[in-house]
């Protein structure tokens, strides 16, 4: 079975500055990759996910990811974060051909002015 | 308009009371799924169902019951022998059961 370790639970971080939020995930087998995003009291909503191609994953929102298969690790980045970036943020795993999703613990982000 | 809607978004459950939680999808999706978030948990896989007129347990099943009659609605039953069913809980639908899955806003189930 795989699993996802979120390294960091709660990030906080000033407007306009970089974030990285770190995802380390173990499997025997080759996997899909996901990062949802939470606001407050509502579901999650797709950021970006990698599949196959090119490691370097362009999302929503100006996020983006880059999976290394070597240190089995999908990090999520954004360059420059706003205010409304504060939400809870879930990397999830599938094995390929699964329609089984585990996820991580979340870290939430909270952007102060 | 496209998506999943839950309701109600909150509910409250007496002791020994069962109570059903709404999820309805007009994406024609195939799969259905339900989970629960607890607090600085993530999500956990309670049901999930990949066609009409069949569902598997998922990772916490006990204490929860769901059916899939029509292919646009997954409700999900907490009885009463859960004894723990204060949480968050997310419904989630995928065009099949490989495909991407999109969730609802929730519903957060709280006990008298």
């Known amino acids: 079975a795989q699993s996802v370790t979120q390294l960091d639970s709660q990030v906080p971080v000033f407007e306009e500055a970089p974030v990285e939020l770190r995802c380390n995930y173990s499997?025997?087998?080759?996997?899909?990759l996901f990062w949802y995003v939470q606001y407050p009291n509502q579901g999650l909503q797709l950021l970006l996910k990698?599949?196959?191609?090119?490691?370097l994953v362009k999302g929503i929102n100006g996020f983006e990811a880059e999976f290394n298969k070597s240190q089995t690790s999908f990090h999520l980045r954004k360059p420059s974060v706003h205010i409304s970036d504060t939400a809870e943020y879930f990397c999830?795993?599938?094995?390929?051909?699964?329609?089984?999703?585990?996820f991580g613990a979340g870290t939430t982000v909270t952007v102060r002015a | 308009d496209g998506g999943i809607t839950q309701s109600p978004k909150y509910l409250f459950r007496k002791e020994g009371q069962n109570v059903t939680l709404s999820c309805e999808q007009n994406?024609?999706?195939?799969?259905m799924y339900w989970y629960r978030q607890d607090p600085g948990q993530g999500l956990r896989l309670i049901y999930y169902s990949q066609i009409v007129n069949d569902f598997q347990k998922g990772d916490i099943a006990e204490g929860y019951s769901v059916s899939r009659e029509k292919k646009e609605s997954f409700p999900l039953t907490v009885t009463s022998a859960q004894k723990n069913p204060t949480a968050f809980y997310l419904c989630?639908?995928?065009?099949?059961?490989?495909?991407?899955?999109?969730f609802g806003p929730g519903t957060r189930l709280l006990v008298l």
């Open positions: 999830a795993v599938s094995r390929v051909n699964d329609y089984k999703l585990s």
């Open positions: 989630a639908s995928s065009l099949t059961g490989l495909e991407t899955q999109y």
């Open positions: 499997s025997s087998v080759s996997v899909y």
């Open positions: 990698y599949l196959s191609g090119s490691t």
């Open positions: 994406l024609n999706h195939d799969a």
